[in-house]
């Protein structure tokens, strides 16, 4: 697929999935959230699970080794 404002689908896909947790929040309404949610607040949704997914890194050319966590920190559920 060709790229649409210079980025490629891949791209495309992760810049989608960072848009779609995005949002403002008040200090006092984050740390309600943090004390009485089992979920993490959004910006930690997105920053927490795309340095764990290599091709994450891939589609942006980052340089693996900097970008994902060290392998014996990473999660694989598959």
Sequence with gaps: ???IDGF????RFFIAFGQAWRG??????ERE???TD???LPRYRVKGSL?????FARA??????QALLPEDQRTNIW
Excluded: G, Y
Aim: proline share 13%; charged share 25%; aromatic share 4%.
């Design 38 to 40: 089992t979920h993490s």
């Design 8 to 11: 490629t689908p891949e791209q």
């Design 60 to 65: 942006f050319s980052c340089d693996v080794k």
């Design 1 to 3: 697929a060709p790229a």
């Design 24 to 29: 403002k929040s008040r200090p006092e309404r």
């Design 33 to 35: 959230l943090l004390l």
């Design 51 to 55: 340095v764990q997914i290599p091709e």
